[in-house]
């Protein structure tokens, strides 16, 4: 048995009004759900925390619904939830996609939404995915709620706006018009973190966000730009190569994955073409 | 090491992290609701496995994996890499697969908890097993109960599932040997064998 994680206290909170309070009293208590990101890291001994507050059992953070103009996921919402949900399934078929590509059907049955979007990993499957839908994401504390584009959710390399007493609720995810689509490159099929992961939305003014070519997940707002001007998709990749930032690190190069990314944007652009299947 | 005493017995005995209730004086009861279980104290906890309520006092930090092998002795879940990657760990928790290393003891509590040994009927083997063995579906054999659980998981969500969903199905199993094929194809058995009632 490891015994990294030699230090745990876990808070259950008997409601999320409960669990807010909690977070505004105790500084440094971290919120825990599906655990598959923060156990890797206690296993690794790089979390330094010791005290947790446990989420899973907060029923109300694992709703899926419409509500009014735009499609409510609860924090909690699972990605095998937000692969059965005909909701998501209508309205974000690129969150169905990206859901599917996340780790096996172990991780999915048991990795969140939320936790996702709070790792804010530059290379989290759905983030590309919330920034190419322009979603909000809805931050609740005890004080009350406040809403976030999710495209400014990010300050930087896993540093986001969230208040240390603040939990995420859910996103909101509006009405998106235009073809959707989202690939991931990675080493293999299952399991592989991303090299290269895109989200994109084909309409008048298409919307194209990258994962793991940035510090945070981006839009690539002077390749959309070429885009709607009616730009060819040769001159819009040449754009794109010299928009994003990658790295080189263990899972890839910065060579590598500007080339793929440019890849991808031809991909989408045929694939999304009037007249052909949607995917 | 005592004659008579298996190593597993003695590895069991000795500094374990977990223990089971009877050989540990009860330890003061959390409540669910207010509570919060502090690091380094044992709590008592009663998780459902294979269909019987099993009392064990756990610490907070106690993964799944560690109180279902060190505490109740049911050592055919293996640990793997620990970090959500290899699937060796799988059990099912309401009838769904997920990996015992990525959840805490004190999360289970509440859940029906499904490990390879669950699958047996008796000395008799689980329509899955019986498919593996026919099928020769391991070689090491280390991931093989991992793989197991994540098909019997998957037949519980499609009873008669086509390769692409098998494959769909296993793809948080690694298999260091290279046994997919014959994986896939005792999976395609087991959908077989559980449809004519065995």
Same mark, same amino acid.
């Given at each position: 048995?490891?015994?990294?994680?030699?230090?745990?206290?876990?808070?259950?909170?008997?409601?999320?009004?409960? @669990?807010?309070?909690? +977070?505004?009293?105790?500084? =440094?208590?971290?919120?825990?759900?599906? !655990?598959?990101?923060?156990?890797?890291?206690?296993?690794?001994?790089?979390?330094?925390?010791?005290?947790?507050?446990?989420?899973?059992?907060?029923?109300?953070?694992?709703?899926?619904?419409?509500?009014?103009?735009?499609?409510?996921?609860?924090?909690?919402?699972?990605?095998?939830?937000?692969?059965?949900?005909?909701?998501?399934?209508?309205?974000?078929?690129?969150?169905?996609?990206?859901?599917?590509?996340?780790?096996?059907? #172990? /991780? #999915?049955?048991?990795?969140?939404? =939320?936790?996702?979007? @709070?790792?804010?990993?530059?290379?989290?499957?759905?983030?590309? /995915?919330?920034?190419?839908?322009?979603?909000?994401?809805?931050?609740?504390? @005890?004080?009350?709620?406040?809403?976030?584009?999710?495209?400014?959710?990010?300050?930087?390399?896993?540093?986001?706006? +969230?208040?240390?007493?603040?939990?995420?609720?859910?996103?909101?995810?509006?009405?998106?018009?235009?073809?959707?689509?989202? !690939?991931?490159?990675?080493?293999?099929?299952?399991?592989?973190?991303?090299?290269? /992961?895109?989200?994109?939305?084909?309409?008048?003014?298409?919307?194209?966000?990258?994962?793991?070519?940035?510090?945070?997940?981006?839009?690539?707002?002077?390749?959309?730009?070429?885009?709607?001007?009616?730009?060819?998709?040769?001159?819009?990749?040449?754009?794109?190569?010299?928009?994003?930032?990658?790295?080189?690190?263990?899972?890839?190069?910065?060579?590598?994955?500007?080339?793929?990314?440019?890849?991808?944007? =031809?991909?989408?652009?045929?694939?999304?073409?009037?007249?052909?299947?949607?995917? | 090491?005592?004659?008579?005493?298996?190593?597993r017995r003695f590895m069991t005995s000795v500094g374990a992290g977990v223990t089971t209730a009877a050989a540990v004086a009860a330890a003061p009861?959390?409540?669910?609701?207010?509570?919060?279980?502090?690091?380094?104290?044992?709590?008592?906890?009663?998780?459902?496995?294979?269909?019987?309520?099993?009392?064990?006092?756990?610490?907070?930090?106690?993964?799944?994996?560690?109180?279902?092998?060190?505490?109740?002795?049911?050592?055919?879940?293996?640990?793997?890499?620990?970090?959500?990657?290899?699937?060796?760990?799988? &059990?099912?928790?309401?009838?769904?697969?997920?990996?015992?290393?990525?959840?805490?003891?004190?999360?289970?509590?509440?859940?029906?908890?499904?490990? &390879?040994?669950?699958?047996?009927?008796?000395?008799?083997?689980?329509? &899955?097993?019986?498919?593996?063995?026919?099928?020769?579906?391991?070689? $090491?054999?280390? $991931?093989?109960?991992?793989?197991?659980?994540?098909?019997?998981?998957?037949?519980?969500?499609?009873?008669?599932?086509?390769?692409?969903?098998?494959?769909?199905?296993?793809?948080?199993?690694?298999?260091? $040997?290279?046994?997919?094929?014959?994986?896939?194809?005792?999976?395609?058995?087991?959908?077989?064998?559980?449809?004519?009632?065995?």
């Open positions: 048995m490891r015994t990294a994680i030699s230090r745990l206290s876990l808070v259950e909170p008997r409601s999320l009004r409960h @669990a807010l309070r909690l +977070m505004r009293d105790e500084a =440094g208590l971290v919120p825990l759900a599906g !655990c598959t990101d923060l156990y890797v890291a206690l296993n690794d001994g790089a979390l330094r925390a010791t005290r947790f507050l446990n989420l899973w059992p907060i029923e109300e953070l694992r709703v899926i619904e419409p509500r009014g103009p735009v499609l409510f996921i609860g924090a909690l919402a699972t990605y095998s939830s937000l692969i059965r949900s005909a909701d998501v399934r209508r309205r974000l078929p690129m969150l169905v996609s990206a859901a599917r590509e996340v780790g096996g059907r #172990q /991780v #999915q049955n048991r990795g969140t939404l =939320g936790g996702n979007i @709070a790792n804010g990993s530059p290379a989290g499957d759905t983030l590309p /995915v919330l920034a190419a839908a322009e979603a909000t994401v809805v931050l609740g504390s @005890a004080t009350g709620t406040r809403r976030v584009p999710f495209t400014a959710f990010y300050k930087g390399y896993r540093t986001t706006v +969230m208040r240390a007493d603040e939990l995420i609720l859910g996103i909101e995810v509006p009405e998106v018009e235009g073809r959707q689509w989202f !690939c991931k490159v990675g080493t293999r099929g299952a399991q592989a973190i991303s090299k290269v /992961v895109m989200a994109a939305v084909r309409a008048p003014h298409p919307r194209v966000a990258l994962g793991s070519v940035a510090p945070t997940v981006v839009r690539v707002p002077k390749t959309e730009a070429a885009l709607t001007g009616g730009a060819s998709v040769d001159e819009a990749r040449t754009i794109l190569m010299s928009e994003i930032a990658p790295i080189d690190d263990i899972r890839s190069t910065a060579a590598y994955r500007r080339h793929v990314a440019g890849v991808l944007l =031809g991909r989408f652009w045929e694939q999304t073409a009037a007249g052909r299947p949607v995917y | 090491m005592k004659r008579g005493m298996s190593r009861r959390v409540a669910r609701g207010s509570p919060v279980a502090e690091a380094g104290r044992r709590v008592d906890l009663v998780l459902q496995v294979n269909g019987s309520r099993r009392r064990i006092a756990v610490e907070p930090r106690t993964t799944l994996i560690e109180a279902i092998r060190d505490g109740l002795g049911l050592t055919g879940t293996k640990p793997g890499c620990e970090r959500g990657e290899c699937g060796a760990c799988t &059990v099912l928790i309401d009838g769904r697969p997920r990996y015992a290393c990525m959840m805490l003891a004190l999360e289970a509590e509440g859940a029906e908890v499904t490990t &390879v040994e669950g699958l047996m009927r008796g000395e008799a083997l689980g329509a &899955v097993q019986q498919a593996f063995v026919e099928h020769d579906a391991f070689q $090491c054999g280390y $991931c093989t109960s991992g793989q197991v659980m994540a098909v019997e998981g998957l037949l519980r969500q499609h009873a008669d599932p086509s390769l692409e969903q098998i494959r769909q199905g296993l793809a948080g199993n690694l298999c260091r $040997c290279g046994a997919y094929a014959h994986i896939f194809a005792a999976a395609k058995k087991a959908a077989t064998l559980k449809g004519t009632g065995r």
